[in-house]
Each structure stands twice: as C-alpha cells, then as structure tokens.
C-alpha cells in the first residue's frame, strides 16, 4: 500500500528567485526572512487554517494506517508464510484490505481540504496584492516592466503559497511520518534502527548542499522569465509598430535571446534535479544493504524473524523518502523566499498619496472651481521639477486651455488634480477646498479625464461606456452614446451594444473609439473635466466630427483643454501656456551671465496671455 503525502500541486513549479548575493538580485527586491515572510503572509490563512489543518490531520491518518499495513505485511510473512498456515492469513489480510481503505479516503479527504484551503489562499494573497497595486500611482507600473510585474503576481505568488499553504501541510506531514516510521522501526529492532538513523544527517547533508545550487540556479530562472515575459508582453502589444517597421526577426531574435538564457538556468535546474535523485537512492540503498547484512546476521542467530526484518526494511523504505522530502521543503522554502522578496517589494511600495485621517468626502456636488496656487511639482525619479509656481484660476463652467511645448508639464497638470501624487509646494484647490482634505474617491469623481491616449477594456461597447458609472441603466447609456455620436455606429455593429471591443478597444477605428471615451465621460457626468490631447492621433476630418460630442460634454462643466493644435480651441476662450522648466532655467542663466539684475517678469512657468500661435478656423 503506498499512501501519496502531500505534494506540491504544480508539477513542475520552477524555483524561483532567491538571490546569490553576487548581484543577480534585482536591485529592487530587498532581502527578507522567513518569519518576515510568516509575519506578511500568514494572516491571509485566517479561516483557512482549519482546512490546512484537516488536511494535515487526514495525511497523519493516512501514515499511520501504512504504519500499520507494514506491520501486518510482517504478521503475514511470518506467521503465514513461513508456516504455511493458510488459516492464519484472512483476518490480517481483511484488515490490510480495511486499512487501505481507510488510508485511501484519509488521504483523498486530505488532498482536496489542502487543496481547497491552499488555492483559497493563492486566491485571496493575488487579490490582495493586486488591489495594492491599483492604489499606488500608476507611477508604479509606468516605471516597471510589465512582465515582471506579471510574474510577480503569478509565479511568485503561487510560490508564496506553496509554503504557506501546501507546504505546511506537507512539512507537517512529513514530520509525522518520520516519527511515525522511524518509531515503528525502533519498536521492531531499536539496536538495528540506531544504526540506520546514523546515516540519517547524510540525507540532510546531501540535500543542504543541493539546496544552495538549486538557489542560484533558481534565481537566474526566475530573471530571465521575468525577461522574457517582458519581451513577449512589448511584442505582442506592439505587433502593429513590430510589422510596419519590418523588425519581426529582431524581436524574434530577442525573445530567442532571452529564452536561452531561461532555457539554460531550466537546464541547470534539470541537471541539479537529476543528480539529486540518484545520489539519494544510493545512499538509500546503501542503508538498506547495512540493514538487511544486519538483518541476516541477526535472523542466523536466532533473534530476529524475516517478518520483523522485512517490515524493518519497509519501514525504512517508507523513512527515508520521508526524510528526503524534509530536506526538500527547504528548497520550497527558498522557492517562496525568492517570491516574497518580490512580492513584499510591491506590498512595502506604499501609494505616493492616501486619504488624511481628517478627509472628508464632498458633502455636495462641487460647481467646479479649480485653483492651483503656487504650485511646484518634481517626480520622485528625477531631479529636475515638472512644474513650479504654476498658479491659475478655472472658474465653474469655464473652458482654459493649457498649451504648452511638449514636456512642459501639461498632463502633469491633471495628474495632480487627480491626486496621483501631491504637489511638492503651493496647493491645488476644488470650490476653494484643498483636495489634500477631499477624500481621494470623493475628488476623483468629480473629475473625469479623457486621455491623451483612448483607454477602453477588452469587453462590450456597453462595458466601457458605462465603466465610469457601472449602474446606469442601458436607456443612459444610449442617451451618452447619442449626445456622443456613437449610437449610429454601435447600430451598424454585429451584437450592437454587446460587441466586444478587443484588446484595448482596437476592434474599433480611433475616432469611434475616442467617441466612445467621450461617451463614457458624458454618462460620468462629473463637473470637472480635462481633456488631455482629445484629437492626438486623429485626422482634421475626424477631429472635427469629435468636436460637436465634445462641446456638448465640456457644456457647464469647468474644462481643463491641454493641447497643442489650437486650431480646434473656440476663440473666447482663456488660453494659459506653460513653458518647461528646462527652458526657464536656462533663461534665468542666460540672464545671470549677461549680469542682468532684473527678476523674471514671471517666474512660474504659465503665461496668461494669448496664445502666439495662430488659429487658422
Ligand atoms: N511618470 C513620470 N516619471 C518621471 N518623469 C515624468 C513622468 N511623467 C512625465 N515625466 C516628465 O515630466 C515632464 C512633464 O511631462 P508631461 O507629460 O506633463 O509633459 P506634457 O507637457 O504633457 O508633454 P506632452 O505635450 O508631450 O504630452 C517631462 O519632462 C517628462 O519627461
């Protein structure tokens, strides 16, 4: 009877990062214990834990039945085989049939609880650290690769779990059976079980020095997996640049680049796995043949049977791999010390901005006077500031148009008024409130941004139009989709307002789809609006055409324009225009050498004049 202990549910799960020392580790991932790792991840076993337990439970049910099978092996040997009783054989051999079964449905009843309780856990640990990484700035993942992040989320954390959840189990498990076997075995021949337990340390020996080569190796796979999930994620997204730009072999090229060096690290771990296998069997074997030399020595003098030596030799058949999978958990453990450096890495980044503790939502819904005072802004990873000393008054219902060379500081602006980071002076004000004192759910919704670049979501037409307000009913949705323009072409779609959109809405031309972001932010609703380059990307024909929906939805809402083609922009309205910071400060250099002691005339970096570029409609 073999009774299967707990194993890891993934197959062939790689090791994953841990770190050398020598400088493979990403420079991000600090490193972290074990108990740091308990200390994080444990509370996420809450309710969980009496799964893992009865899973713990049933595996402990299940070795002891085997214990007790063994013994009834050596029963049978020697008091029915030897003797030839027949007589003698059915009541132990009904109760091996018995204990099998028992065995049998302990250890199904402990697989699914572990199950249940491990994949609960993987569930709730990715949810977490996913609803952390929507609450930083997205900051975050602009400064990262996304298919590292991706791996971070996947990988890492099923590693993370298959300590915390499977791995307990197992480790508690395995813990047990080693006391179990190693004291069926002293029950049979304690003289003869001190002597195998000698050899027991070698087993830990052998599996410490692997452990340590297996880290290494894991490590390098878990880079270049984290690389080529990178270039696989860049050339999938950008397939239409890759083709029109003939580069498809280089990025062949480049993903075969990466996946040699995947391919050796998972060559090196094959090696290491192979080796591992072998140099345990023959210490095993080596073990054996002691004990069954011993044995027969002892069975020629009269004071063992073969029955005893028999199950003496199964059980140390049974203690072994046990005490093998001991030494295998610590390379579990460094398979989820390598994932939770890098999942704790995301969970210790803490949001660039939170809710103070005396923020308060809107009590009413602000008429959308926007205010930014002095204000100065740098971005955490540069050194030169974005903004400083921007100051400017939107009134409710105006539209200002920001206008400004590129890397002024333009979508900046919005940026801040959205509280995706603070100012680093001055303050930015909504109906005279300093935001700082808005709760962030609050200020966002009264707010709606239409990107620079049109975002939708890989579901229907319906989905993205009602993604900033998911209860509207589907006679608001149509109403938006009307003022929009969008209607008639959703008409002429082949499942209307359920079509899918594709990936990034790319089923859809780009004018439909910046129709569709305007739609959106029509059913939204929100009395502040910014409008981030509305017509980049699109033709003057189709600019055009946009242009109606949009002056309907900036109609009585406070409108922050941010554009370059002032072509578009009505002729009343307020234009403010930004100038780099660089620039400003070259000026002020410039001025300073050519000994002038006269101040900038305005030293931030807005302009309230009219624009001097000309308008041609
Ligand atoms: N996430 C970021 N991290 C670091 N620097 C940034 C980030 N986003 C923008 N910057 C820098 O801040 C400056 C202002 O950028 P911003 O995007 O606000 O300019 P812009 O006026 O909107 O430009 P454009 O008209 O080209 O869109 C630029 O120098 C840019 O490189």
Redesign the pocket.
């Known amino acids: 009877m073999v009774v299967e202990r707990p194993e890891s549910r993934r197959p062939h799960r790689r090791l994953s990062f841990s770190g050398t020392g020598r400088g493979d580790r990403p420079a991000l991932a600090p490193a972290v214990s074990l108990r740091r790792t308990f200390r994080e991840f444990w509370p996420d076993t809450e309710g969980l834990r009496w799964l893992l337990a009865a899973g713990v439970l049933c595996a402990v049910l299940a070795a002891l039945c085997e214990v007790a099978a063994i013994g009834l092996f050596g029963r049978i040997t020697d008091e029915v085989l030897t003797t030839r009783d027949l007589d003698a054989f059915w009541r132990p051999a009904f109760s091996w049939l018995a204990l099998a079964v028992v065995a049998g449905l302990a250890s199904l009843a402990g697989t699914y609880a572990t199950a249940v309780g491990a994949e609960r856990f993987l569930l709730r640990l990715r949810d977490r650290v996913f609803s952390h990484v929507q609450r930083l700035s997205p ?1 975050f993942s ?2 990262r690769r996304l298919g590292d992040l991706m791996a971070r989320l996947t990988d890492d954390i099923e590693a993370i779990e298959e300590l915390m959840g499977s791995g307990l189990v197992k480790l508690f498990t395995t813990i047990a059976s080693v006391i179990f076997f190693a004291g069926a075995a002293f029950y049979v021949r304690w003289d003869l079980a001190l002597v195998t337990m000698a050899l027991v340390p070698l087993f830990l020996v052998v599996s410490k020095v692997f452990a340590s080569r297996f880290r290494t190796a894991a490590a390098r796979e878990r880079r270049s997996n984290g690389d080529m999930n990178s270039v696989l994620e860049e050339g999938l997204a950008n397939q239409s640049l890759v083709q029109a730009y003939n580069r498809q072999q280089s990025e062949s090229q480049r993903l075969h680049r990466t996946g040699l060096g995947w391919l050796r690290a998972n060559l090196t771990q094959a090696w290491l796995s192979g080796l591992y296998g072998p140099a345990v069997r023959v210490l095993e074997t080596c073990c054996l043949i002691v004990v069954l030399g011993f044995g027969a020595w002892e069975i020629a003098a009269g004071r063992l049977t073969i029955g005893g030596l028999l199950a003496f030799a199964a059980y140390l058949a049974m203690l072994y791999p046990a005490v093998q999978s001991l030494g295998e958990i610590a390379l579990t453990v460094s398979e989820a010390a390598a994932g939770s450096d890098r999942v704790m890495e995301i969970l210790g980044t803490r949001p660039a901005v939170t809710d103070g503790d005396t923020a308060t939502p809107f009590a009413t819904r602000p008429r959308g006077r926007v205010e930014f005072q002095h204000v100065g802004f740098r ?1 955490p ?2 050194r030169r500031p ?1 903004l400083q000393n921007l100051s400017f008054v939107a009134e409710p219902g105006e539209l200002l148009v920001c206008t ?1 060379p ?8 919005a940026k801040l008024l959205l509280r995706f980071y603070d100012p680093g002076s001055g303050r930015i004000l909504l109906d005279g409130v300093d935001i700082r004192e808005v709760t962030r759910d609050s200020l966002r919704a009264n707010i709606t941004v239409l990107h ?1 670049e049109t975002l939708l979501f890989s579901g229907s037409v319906r989905d993205n139009l009602a993604y900033g307000r998911p209860a509207a009913t589907l006679d608001e949705v149509i109403r938006a989709a009307e003022l929009a323009g969008v209607h008639d072409f959703v008409r002429t779609l082949p499942q209307g307002y359920d079509t899918r959109v594709g990936q990034r809405g790319r089923l859809l031309s780009g004018g439909q789809r910046q129709r569709v972001a305007i739609a959106r932010a029509i059913l939204r609703d929100a009395p502040v609006l910014v409008l981030d ?1 509305p017509m980049t990307g699109l033709d003057q024909a189709t600019a055009t055409r946009i242009m109606e929906p949009l002056r309907l939805l900036m109609a009585g809402r406070t409108t922050i324009l ?1 554009t ?1 083609d002032l072509r578009q922009v009505p002729h009343d309205a307020r234009v403010i225009e ?1 100038e780099p910071v660089a620039r400003q400060d070259r000026l002020r250099l410039k001025r300073r050498r050519r000994h002038e002691v006269r101040p900038l005339k305005i030293p931030s970096t807005i302009l309230l004049t009219p624009p001097r570029v000309s308008r041609s409609d």
């Open positions: 900051d602009e400064n971005y990873s540069r974005a400004g590129s890397g002024a500081g333009k979508s900046t602006l620079q380059e941010i370059h930004l």
